[in-house]
């Protein structure tokens, strides 16, 4: 599905894994590394965050990486500082 988007003129692929989507268990990595190997495009990663950690393992193989209750709904995660540990990590973030 992913190579027929970009065949068809996709400058990004938003892929949510609706197994992993709000379990906060992790994005679903299996799924993002298969997809890398196979597009040319930007990925961005969307379903399952829950710690800092998971954003650095998921952009391995991901070009971006999506979430929303982690920081809206109890703010488990606090935006100021996964950049910084993502940046920490070597990972580039925009500031």
Request: glycine fraction near 12%.
């Amino acid at each position: 599905m992913g190579q027929e988007a970009e065949e068809l003129g996709a400058g990004e692929l938003l892929i949510t894994s609706i197994d992993a989507d709000g379990t906060r268990a992790g994005y679903d990595i299996e799924l993002y590394k298969a997809i890398s190997n196979v597009i040319n495009i930007p990925v961005i990663a969307s379903g399952g965050a829950g710690r800092v950690e998971h954003f650095a393992e998921v952009l391995k193989y991901a070009d971006a990486a999506l979430a929303a209750s982690v920081f809206h709904m109890g703010g488990l995660i606090n935006i100021q500082g996964l950049k910084a540990y993502l940046m920490e990590s070597g990972i580039r973030v925009r500031v």
